[in-house]
């Protein structure tokens, strides 16, 4: 049987207009914009209107995508959002989104984390390669500032709201999805999550009062993971895809906190120049930082067509992942 390739057919992003500043933030909490740029890098993030949910964000990155594809919404098969932010705990966003688009596709949610888009790659190059579904609309979205305790300095300064989507389509002579690889580790469940709200912990008066409802984060632990794993998924995925960094013509790094990707850069040997920064404008916008900041690479002309390009990720699980893409 001839094999099934995967084709990226275009990308799109959504960010909300309104920007809070480091020194809006200044009046929240006890905080400082020379902490804020100096610890994490950021310096601003876009906080989600009112008057959208995240299957808002959601679509709208997924019409530009679409749009960049040149393919209609009744080619779509398979829409999965990989989220930790959706509009409710179910039905799946994907299924809010599918009926905003006016597709019949297939639609479910992923949860990874910050990973998310990471394993949704995987999933939609299963999905093709096996010949199950034609063509995929991946999205990796979040609105972390709804789920942020705006009393804790610890967190609220580095999230930010956004969205990204990818189209990828059967084909018989390009490959653009090289390798995917992936890793989880349950025992540090506890450094990064949301205590209440699921069913370990159902939502009570006390645990409102308590805050449990919002992202808890051990960041120092987390931090010194997160530069281990993402070295090693992106060392893991350039041997899988038979690629070496002078292949490589952009690093694409979860944009989490600037030192953490500075660091990653460093261990994996690799020109500053090539490590791709928009964390200053967006803080951590968990699965939608790595597609957002490719689709603005590609917009900006920073990657060209055929360039190849390698992202990563980490978060909370905790999980990993890297891939290699062809542009
Ligand atoms: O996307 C998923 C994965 N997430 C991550 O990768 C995040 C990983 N972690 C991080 O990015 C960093 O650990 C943080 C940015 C969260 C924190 O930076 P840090 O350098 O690890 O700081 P810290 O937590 O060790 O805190 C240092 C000090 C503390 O004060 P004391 O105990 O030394 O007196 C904090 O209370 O900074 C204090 N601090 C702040 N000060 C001003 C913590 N947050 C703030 C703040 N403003 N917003």
Known sequence: MKKINVKILGTGSYVPEKVLTNADLEKMVDTSDQWITERTGIKERRIIDKSQNLSDLAFEASKKA?????????????????????????????????????????????????????????????????????????????????????????????????AGAMVLQASETENDVLSVHLGADGTYTNLLNIPAGGTAMQTTHETVDNKLQFIKMSGKEVF????????????KALEIAGKKDEDIALYIPHQANLRIIEAVGKRLGVAKEKVYVNVHKYGNMSSATTIIALDEAITSGTVKKGDLVNIMAFGGGLTWGAAVLKI
């Open 224 to 235: 010194k993971i997160a530069v281990v794993k993402m070295t090693e998924a992106t060392q």
């Open 66 to 162: 679409i749009e960049k594809s040149k393919i209609s919404i009744s080619d779509i098969d398979v829409i999965v959002v990989a989220t930790v932010s959706g509009d409710m705990p179910f039905p799946a966003t994907a299924c809010i989104l599918q009926k905003k688009l006016v597709s019949n596709a297939v639609a479910f949610d992923i949860s990874a984390a910050c990973s998310g888009f990471m394993y949704g790659l995987s999933i939609a190059k299963s999905f093709i390669e096996s010949g199950s579904y034609k063509t995929v609309l991946l999205v990796g979205g979040e609105v972390l500032t709804r789920i942020t305790d705006w009393t804790d300095r610890n967190t609220c300064v580095l999230f930010g709201d956004g």
